[in-house]
């Protein structure tokens, strides 16, 4: 059992930056691929970025190319994803996920993940 904790949300403006984490207790995500998704209020869950399991390897949907940096630190069991230029259409709950089969690379599709956060609230206002 992986148990998987987001943190580093909050309000913010348009324009500014934000460093999400998520951190893994019980369990290991080192031998497996992570992706930060995000769901919105009234939409579906998207996908927001993917690292492969050494974090050699990084993807990004269109709409965060260039503004987002997924990493990871194998070593604190940590997956993290740095948010700048942030604009209100960002708004949503981020949550961590890991690729269910190990050494294998980042998925699009939710359906590939096994564990998930709870999810970190971000919000871009003026």
């Known amino acids: 059992q992986v148990q998987l904790a987001e943190s580093g949300g909050g309000l913010v403006q348009p324009g500014d930056f934000l460093r999400l984490s998520c951190a893994a207790s019980s369990g290991t995500i080192n031998q497996n691929a992570m992706a930060w998704f995000r769901q919105a209020p009234g939409k579906e869950r998207e996908y927001v970025a993917g690292?492969?399991?050494?974090?050699?390897?990084?993807d990004y949907a269109w709409s965060v190319k260039g503004r987002f940096t997924i990493s990871r630190d194998n070593a604190k069991n940590t997956v993290y994803l740095e948010m700048s230029n942030l604009k209100p259409e960002d708004t949503a709950v981020y949550l961590c996920?890991?690729?269910?089969?190990?050494?294998?690379?980042?998925?699009?599709?939710?359906?590939?993940?096994?564990?998930w956060g709870q999810g970190t609230q971000v919000t871009v206002s003026s």
């Open positions: 690292t492969s399991w050494g974090g050699m390897t990084q």
């Open positions: 996920a890991r690729v269910r089969t190990p050494y294998t690379d980042f998925r699009r599709d939710s359906d590939e993940y096994d564990y």
